[in-house]
């Protein structure tokens, strides 16, 4: 009759006994005991320290195989994470370990353990065979995350809202194993980064990518969604998202420069992009309405553009450059012929050179040319048109070139 092994714990604190008696024996100078100290050092190792040679390490692992296959993935995760914590194995048997450990979370509905398991395996070993396997796996779990906030879009869209879609933080869920307690979007994002990094050229890495960008898009995070964009748009040539993906990045260019204020390289990247895309995309250009997004993008993004020049005109108005400010007029009506932009510049730009013939340019923020203009205005005397010493005076009466509210841009 075959004899019943010993519990495990029975088993450490015998292991435990035996070194306590080493140790007490090394201190005594006990020589007789030098075979002893030599097992129990092998008991310390095993019982202490997780790298050591441990011979048993393939029937361990058939033992936890065993477990999972039985759909006790209690007990097969906990053995599948000893063998994978020993170094000491073989590379192989860790790498195999470390994933089945990930698939027993996973099989137990422990998603974000899970995924940490996954991204573990992946930090350790990069290049192994489990890696597209994990990633897959990773990106299971992030689109059955996204489903809430799928359901938010669709709420939204129910109650027929537009604009950027804020972030609100959750009720917080610690019963449910299978979303994170905290911050499930950022989680989500997270895992997603991890995906499209560790498999660059993967089968869910354009799909990880889309999404990364997608989600940042519609919170209002467009320097983000950009960059997810870009990259889906230039590595992966052969996705079906890179039309889609495509038409996103034009936007978050354009949005996120923060208005025509601003750095304006945005808008001219997202000009390079309508381009490109009515050139040698196809089922953008053909399709009637994608070809509608890219006009309606061409007309936001020169919109953009005219009114960066026009504010760059009134900006020389107004410091006294009555010159420059004519030529950025003059601009705005060659570049942007047609539009309301080109209208308003004609008007300024006339009535601007009408006033240096006169001799009365704009005073502008110049403190001197002001007091001028207000004792000319107490004397009662106008500037010549000659004069070249009162040519930077002004009659006050005259309205200054603010006075022309400059046109609000809208996004087509």
């Not at 070809?291 to 061409?298: R, Y």
């Not at 001197?368 to 070249?388: C, S, T």
Request: net charge neutral; with cysteine.
């Amino acid at each position: 009759m075959a004899t019943p092994n010993p519990a495990p714990n029975s088993i450490r604190a015998r292991r435990a006994l035996v070194l306590l008696a080493a140790v007490l024996c090394t201190g005594t100078g006990c020589n007789g005991f030098r075979g002893f100290r030599d097992r129990a050092s092998a008991d310390f190792k095993e019982l202490f320290v997780s790298t050591y040679d441990d011979p048993k390490a393939e029937e361990k692992f058939q033992a936890a195989q065993a477990n999972y296959d039985a759909g006790r993935y209690d007990e097969a995760q906990s053995q599948f994470r000893q063998i994978a914590d020993n170094k000491g194995n073989p590379v192989a048997l860790c790498e195999r370990a470390r994933f089945m450990q990930a698939e027993c979370r996973y099989q137990r509905g422990h998603y974000p353990e899970a995924v940490d398991t996954y991204h573990k395996l992946l930090l350790d070993f990069p290049t192994g065979a489990y890696r597209r396997d994990a990633c897959q796996r990773m990106f299971k779990i992030c689109d059955y995350w996204l489903d809430d906030f799928r359901a938010e879009l669709d709420a939204r869209t129910a109650k027929g809202e537009t604009g950027v879609l804020r972030w609100k933080p959750g009720t917080p869920k610690p019963w449910d194993r299978t979303r994170p307690a905290l911050d499930q979007e950022g989680r989500t994002l997270e895992a997603l980064e991890r995906i499209h990094v560790h498999d660059v050229m993967g089968p869910e890495a354009d799909k990880a990518l889309f999404l990364s960008g997608y989600i940042n898009f519609v919170r209002g995070n467009f320097n983000e969604a950009d960059q997810f964009f870009s990259q889906l748009e230039a590595t992966h040539k052969d996705s079906p998202l890179r039309p889609q993906a495509m038409l996103l990045a034009i936007q978050a260019k354009n949005n996120k420069t923060g208005g025509p204020s601003y750095d304006s390289r945005g808008c001219a990247e997202a000009l390079h992009l309508v381009q490109v895309a009515q050139g040698s995309m196809p089922e953008l250009a053909n399709d009637p309405a994608n070809a509608k997004k890219l006009d309606n993008a061409l007309v936001a993004i020169r919109s953009q553009q005219a009114e960066k020049d026009m504010l760059m005109a009134d900006y020389y108005v107004r410091t006294g450059h009555p010159g420059s400010a004519v030529f950025y007029y003059e601009l705005v009506r060659r570049r942007y012929g047609g539009t309301r932009y080109s209208d308003v510049a004609t008007e300024r730009q006339a009535r601007l050179m009408q006033m240096m013939k006169e001799g009365r340019p704009e005073v502008g923020n110049d403190p001197f040319a002001i007091a001028g203009a207000k004792f000319n205005e107490m004397i009662g005397r106008r500037p010549a048109a000659g004069d070249e010493k009162d040519r930077a005076r002004v009659d006050p009466n005259v309205a200054p070139a603010g006075a022309i509210q400059p046109p609000v841009t809208q996004n087509p």
